[in-house]
Every structure is written in C-alpha cells, then in structure tokens.
C-alpha cells in the first residue's frame, strides 16, 4: 500500500473515480483495492480504454462488479 488510502480518508474523502488506459489490468487492479479498502468506487467506463487480451476486458469488469465496483459513464457524473 502507498499511504493514499490513509491520506484520502484523512481528508474525508470516501468515493473515488478511476479512468484510464488499461481497463482490464491497471485500472481494474486500482478500482479493485480501492473498493476492498472501504472506498465508493467507480470506474468511468467511457474515460477508460482495454487492452482486452483474450477476454481480459470481460474478465476484469466481472471482477470489479463483483467487488462492488460500479461502471458509470461520464454522462451521469456531469448530470449530477
């Protein structure tokens, strides 16, 4: 662990939005931790981009999914 989970939740702060390249391998593994220490996580689907090597994409939003991560798009951010 990098301490920003504790630096984040030192400052309240309890939701995060992960984007990036590499859905189904950095953001996916980040999204993911984030989730299991405790944070609201959402990967912002349209703000992200698979490598998706052999079913890897499909593979890795199962996982998020089923660690509570939740798939948003930037349109529902930006209405909110």
Do not use: P
């Amino acid at each position: 662990m990098t301490g920003l989970a504790a630096y984040l939740k030192e400052r309240g702060i309890d939701t995060v939005y992960v984007t990036g390249i590499a859905t189904d391998f950095c953001v996916a593994w980040t999204a993911i931790d984030a989730s299991q220490l405790g944070f609201k996580t959402y990967v912002i689907a349209d703000a992200t981009k698979g490598i998706d090597l052999n079913g890897s994409l499909q593979h890795a939003w199962q996982e998020m999914l089923a660690s509570g991560v939740k798939r948003v798009v930037s349109k529902e951010i930006l209405q909110a």
